[in-house]
């Protein structure tokens, strides 16, 4: 079978999500170390007093419970640092944020002027991680799953075959419904997941910001929305297999530079198809400087994976159909061929400079 070994190497954070976050009751978070642990473990690691305490505020089935019990963890922070299996660096930004909120009783005043108890939720979206055996054990480290890796060139190469050949081309070489899915040309392209030669996560924020506007005068504006996430780090490094049978892989990789280096482009302009485009403020320094000529060489290959990704490079140019939201109240939307926001990773809530976009990956043939 035809086969290529590609290096990837992130450009940029990446998020390849797990569908599963770090649950509050189940680390800890201290000199800018999450360290997570199981709750047998945690346990058995107490005292016999502190384990009664612990069995109370569970029994008690208060209202407040959870409120309790993220008190009772960070009491016992070194407890939980000396089990746990996995430590991930934070953002001082977040370690503020854990300081100020979890374990504490919050209040707002009801309707009736009635405070109430309330439970801060504080979870994390957490990457996909596996098991590999090392010198001193195992360990679960990040990578990128052959999927996500695959659905990024597919999209490409479904643009390319749009605009070469017409939509009716595109569906039938792309059938993807019921037994028709065995047409699909891109059955026989596999992309096995990445081996981790170089990782680091990071656990920060992901903040959604305006693209095609800008408050200069009030930048604390600018934030739509954040969340806490967990990234694959900038420079970390895979290895991984692609067997392309019949395909053409020469034009399917370059189908992947069509269509993600405009969008790669779009970051670092001050304008987009006659818009005037932001995001470009928002950046650090180095990147904006290090990728604002950048230029690809031979071989090399470029694509955009994982979450927060954004919607043009998850869909085809010319049958794009992105849904935006204009207002709230009322709530009313409209169809868009670009999206108005952008998620940019972060170490604070409140960052308006020194972002970086999400899942750049620069991909590399190696040599046989």
């Not at 929305?225 to 692609?242: A, R, W």
Request: glycine share 6%; hydrophobic share 35%; proline share 2%.
């Amino acid at each position: 079978m035809a086969h290529k070994r590609l290096k990837l190497t992130a450009l940029s954070p990446i998020h390849i999500g797990s569908g599963e976050v770090y649950e509050p009751t189940n680390f800890v978070i201290d000199a800018n170390l999450l360290y997570e642990f199981r709750d047998e473990d945690f346990f058995m690691a107490l005292t016999p007093i502190e384990k009664q305490k612990f069995m109370k505020i569970i029994e008690d089935n208060a209202s407040d419970s959870f409120v309790r019990i993220h008190k009772f963890v960070k009491e016992h922070k070194e407890v939980a640092k000396s089990v746990a299996h996995i430590k991930v660096v934070v953002s001082d930004g977040l370690q503020k944020e854990y300081n100020k909120a979890v374990g504490k009783i919050r209040q707002f005043e009801g309707k009736q002027g009635n405070y109430s108890r309330v439970f801060n939720k504080f979870e994390i979206q957490r990457v996909q991680r596996k098991q590999i055996k090392t010198k001193d054990g195992y360990a679960n480290i990040g990578y990128i799953a052959g999927s996500s890796l695959k659905g990024a060139i597919s999209t490409a190469y479904q643009e390319y075959i749009y605009k070469q050949k017409g939509e009716k081309i595109l569906k039938e070489k792309f059938q993807s419904v019921g037994r028709e899915i065995n047409k699909n040309i891109f059955k026989e392209f596999k992309v096995s997941d990445s081996i981790t030669t170089k990782i680091g996560t990071t656990i920060g924020f992901a903040l959604n910001k305006e693209r095609f506007e800008y408050d200069f005068n009030n930048p604390q504006n600018n934030l739509k929305l954040s969340t806490y996430i967990e990234v694959i780090n900038t420079n970390s490094e895979f290895i991984v297999d692609i067997n392309y049978g019949s395909l053409d892989i020469k034009e399917i990789l370059e189908s992947c530079n069509a269509h993600y280096m405009p969008l790669f482009k779009s970051l670092l302009s001050n304008e987009t198809d006659g818009k005037e485009e932001f995001v470009n403020e928002y950046l650090t320094n180095d990147f904006y400087d290090t990728y604002r000529h950048f230029q690809l060489k031979e071989n090399q290959y470029l694509i955009r994976v994982g979450k927060h990704s954004g919607a043009r490079a998850v869909t085809i140019e010319g049958m794009r159909k992105i849904k935006s939201l204009i207002s709230s109240k009322p709530y009313r939307t409209e169809i868009r061929e670009d999206e108005t926001t952008t998620w940019l990773f972060g170490d604070n809530p409140s960052s308006n400079s020194g972002l970086l976009p999400f899942g750049w990956v620069l991909c590399e043939i190696e040599k046989t």
